[in-house]
C-alpha cells in the first residue's frame, strides 16, 4: 500500500511541488490554509471573509499555472492571503509595520507583478500584461481574479468593451460569492461551451470567415450560414452578457472544488483570446461567524477571539464613531425631511448605515463599488431640488474626482459628501490613506470643507450642512469621541473658525481642527488655540487678528503637507505676515501600514511632536 505523505503547508519551499499533489492532498493543503488565516487574521486583524472564500481558488491557481513565471493579478487585493502564503511568506505580521502587506506587494515577492488597493483595475492591467508580453513574443499566462462586486464598477466596464477585439490570451476568473449572472444549463450546454471555446472550433471558425470574405460572391452565402449557426445555437444556447461583448464565457464552477477547479483552469488558460471563467464561492468560507456575516462586518476585521468571534479591543462604553454619530444625525433628518437622500458607494457597514438603509429602503441607496457613479447620481438628486448625503471613504472619493468638480462643483449644487476615514488609517497601508482629499477639494471652485472635533461640534456642523445649498464636504477620522446624548439644535456660521485659548503675549499661535483640538486643550498649553472648523476656504479675518504673533504653527495631522498647511501659509504670506511659520502635517508621500499611533510619532504629528515644536519656539 503507498504511504501517505503528510502534508504541511509550512514546509513547501518550493510552490511547484503543488502540482505534483493529489486531489486529495490539495483539499488538506486548502484547510490548513484556511485555518492559517483565520488565527492570524484573529491576532492581527485583516480582510478575513474574502481571503477564507478564495483558498481552493488559490491552491487550483498554483497547481495549474507556472508561478511565478505566470502572472496573477488580485483585483483589489483582499484575496491574495493564501497566495502569500503559498508564495513562501508567513502571515505572523501581517498588516504590521514593516511587516507583510494586506494586498500584493511588488517589492515584497517576485509572485506579485502588479499591486492594487482599490477595486476594478485587474482587467485593465491584465490587458497591459499581455499585450507587451506579445508584442515582446513572451511566453507566460495572466490571470486577473475579480470578484462580482469589483466587475460591475465603471473602470471593470470600460476594460470589459475594450476586449472585444483584444486578440491576446487572458483568463479572468469572475470569483462570485454573491449575485450570480445568466448562465447555461444542462449537459448538452456544457458540452456545447467546450466546443465554442475549443482551440479547433475558433481556429476553423476564422479560417472559414477568412475564406469565405475573400471572394465578394462567397459574402451572401456567410451570411446565411453564419445566421443559421447562430440560430441553431440559440434554440439551445441563451448568450450571457459577457458573450454579448464578444468575450468567451465558461462556467459556473464550484469554487471550493479542488477537482473541478484545476479542470476548468487547465482548459480555458491556453485559449489565445480573453476568457471569462465564473467561479462560485462563498465568501466566510469555513469560519461560521463569517460565513453567516450579511453586513459586511467580517470583511476587514480588527483583533478578535477566534471560538467566540468576539472583538479583542472593543470600544469604550462612552465613547462613539463620527461614522455612527453622522449616521444618526442624518437618520433624525430623514425623518423629518423627505427630501433628504443618502446614498453610499458599497459602504453601508463601514460608515454604519445598515440601519438608515433598512428604515429607508427608498431613499437610503447602496448603489454598489461606483463612486464616479454616485456623485453623478448625486448631482442629478440635487438639482431636483433634493439634498443628497453621499457617504464615502476619503480614499475612494478621489476615484470621483472629476464628478465632483464637472457634475456637482461646476452647478454649485447642494450635495453634502461625508468624508469617513480621513487622515491615517493605518494597517492597509498606502492605498488606504485618506490623506489626500484635502489637497485635492480644495482645487475645486464651489467647494467648502470642514471637519469637527468632538460628538456636539458635528452636531452644529450637520445642522449648517442641512440649510447650506451648495457642495459641502464633512471630513471626519475613525477616532472615537465622547457621545453626546443630547440634541444640538444651533447651527454654525459659514466659515467659523473658534480661538479656545489666547496667549497675550501673543508669542505663538496654534491653527488646527478636528478631535486634536480637545487632546491640546487638556494640555494646558499657554498658547492661542484656533480651531478651524471650516477648513477650505481660509478665514482670512481671523489670520488677520494672528498678523502680530511672533510664531504661527499649523497643524494638521489629518493631511499632506500640500493640503491645509501650506494653504494657510500662503493665506498668511499674502496677508503680509512677517512672523515664524512652522507647519507640522504629513508629507506628501504614499504612507506604510503600521498602527496610527506608530505613523504619527513616524513623521512627527503626533501630539508630543506637536508640544516639542511649541517648546522649541518658546
Avoid at 476594460?159 to 487572458?170: I, R, S, V
Avoid at 448631482?379 to 464615502?392: D, E, Q, R, T
Avoid at 489629518?558 to 504670506?573: D, I, K, Q, R
Amino acid at each position: 500500500m503507498k504511504e501517505k505523505r503528510v502534508i504541511d503547508f509550512r514546509k513547501i519551499e518550493d510552490p511547484s511541488l503543488i502540482k505534483n499533489l493529489s486531489y486529495e492532498e490539495l483539499n488538506e493543503l486548502s484547510s490548513q490554509l484556511r485555518e492559517e488565516i483565520i488565527d492570524k487574521c484573529s491576532i492581527n486583524g485583516g480582510h478575513l471573509s474574502s481571503n477564507l472564500g478564495t483558498v481552493e481558488l488559490t491552491v487550483a491557481l498554483f497547481n495549474s499555472l507556472n508561478l511565478p513565471k505566470d502572472k496573477v493579478i488580485f483585483d483589489v487585493g483582499h484575496q491574495a492571503y493564501t497566495y502569500k502564503l503559498l508564495s513562501g511568506r508567513n502571515l505572523d505580521s501581517l498588516r504590521q509595520k514593516d511587516g507583510i502587506d494586506g494586498f500584493q506587494k511588488k517589492d515584497e515577492s517576485k509572485f506579485d507583478c502588479y499591486e492594487a488597493g482599490h477595486s476594478s483595475t485587474s482587467i485593465g492591467a491584465g490587458m497591459g500584461f499581455s499585450l507587451t508580453r506579445d508584442l515582446e513574443g513572451e511566453d507566460y499566462k495572466v490571470v486577473c481574479v475579480v470578484g462580482d462586486a469589483s466587475i460591475a464598477n465603471g473602470v471593470s466596464f470600460e476594460a470589459l468593451n475594450n476586449l472585444n477585439n483584444f486578440k491576446h490570451q487572458l483568463l479572468i476568473i469572475l470569483n462570485d460569492n454573491e449575485m450570480s449572472i445568466t448562465n447555461p444549463v444542462g449537459g448538452f450546454n456544457k458540452t456545447l461551451q467546450k466546443i465554442r471555446v475549443s482551440r479547433n472550433y475558433v481556429k476553423s471558425k476564422n479560417r472559414y470567415k477568412k475564406i469565405m470574405k475573400r471572394f465578394k460572391f462567397l459574402l451572401p452565402l456567410y451570411r446565411f450560414t453564419s445566421k443559421l449557426k447562430d440560430f441553431i445555437v440559440s434554440l439551445i444556447f441563451k448568450p450571457n452578457f459577457f458573450e454579448y461583448l464578444g468575450v468567451y464565457y465558461y462556467g459556473i464552477v464550484d469554487g471550493h472544488n479542488i477537482k473541478k477547479l484545476t479542470k476548468a483552469i487547465n482548459f480555458v488558460k491556453d485559449f489565445d483570446s480573453p476568457v471569462i471563467l465564473h467561479v462560485k464561492t462563498k465568501k466566510g468560507k469555513g469560519y461560521k461567524y463569517s460565513e453567516g456575516d450579511k453586513s459586511g462586518k467580517w470583511h476587514s476585521i480588527s483583533s478578535f477571539n477566534k471560538e467566540t468571534g468576539e472583538l479583542v479591543n472593543k470600544k469604550e462604553e462612552n465613547k462613539v464613531g463620527f461614522a455612527e454619530i453622522y449616521s444618526s444625525l442624518l437618520d433624525k433628518a430623514m425623518e423629518k425631511d423627505k427630501k433628504i437622500i443618502s446614498i453610499n458607494p458599497a459602504m453601508s457597514y463601514g460608515s454604519s448605515l445598515d440601519e438608515l438603509m433598512k428604515k429607508f429602503p427608498q431613499r437610503a441607496l447602496d448603489v454598489g463599488i461606483s463612486e464616479e457613479h454616485s456623485l453623478v447620481f448625486a448631482s442629478g438628486i440635487a438639482s431636483n431640488s433634493f439634498h443628497p448625503y453621499v457617504s464615502v471613504y476619503s480614499t475612494f472619493l478621489q476615484r470621483s474626482y472629476d464628478q465632483i468638480s464637472h457634475d456637482v462643483a461646476r452647478m454649485d449644487l447642494p450635495v453634502t459628501i461625508m468624508v469617513d476615514h480621513c487622515g491615517l488609517v493605518g494597517r492597509d497601508g498606502e492605498t488606504h490613506q485618506g490623506i489626500y482629499d484635502y489637497a485635492y477639494l480644495s482645487s475645486i471652485p464651489n467647494m467648502t470643507i470642514t471637519m469637527a472635533k468632538d460628538a456636539k461640534e458635528a452636531n452644529r456642523l450637520f445642522n449648517f450642512s442641512l440649510t447650506y445649498s451648495h457642495p459641502l464636504a464633512i471630513r471626519y477620522p475613525v477616532t472615537n469621541v465622547i457621545k453626546q446624548n443630547e440634541i444640538i439644535k444651533n447651527s454654525l456660521t459659514y466659515g467659523q473658525w473658534d480661538i479656545l485659548s489666547k496667549d497675550e503675549s501673543k508669542n505663538i499661535a496654534v491653527i488646527t481642527f478636528g478631535p486634536k483640538v480637545d487632546e491640546i486643550m487638556n494640555k494646558n498649553l499657554n498658547i492661542t488655540l484656533v480651531n478651524a472648523i471650516f477648513n477650505y476656504p481660509i478665514n482670512n479675518e481671523v489670520l488677520k487678528g494672528l498678523l502680530d504673533y511672533k510664531t504661527i504653527v499649523i497643524y494638521d495631522p489629518y493631511g499632506c503637507e500640500n493640503g491645509f498647511a501650506n494653504t494657510v501659509s500662503l493665506s498668511l504670506y499674502e496677508l503680509g505676515y512677517k512672523g515664524n511659520v512652522r507647519k507640522i502635517s504629513l508629507p506628501l508621500e504614499f504612507i506604510k501600514k503600521g498602527s496610527i499611533e506608530e505613523q504619527e510619532k513616524q513623521y512627527k504629528v503626533d501630539l508630543d511632536s506637536l508640544i516639542d515644536t511649541i517648546n522649541e519656539v518658546k
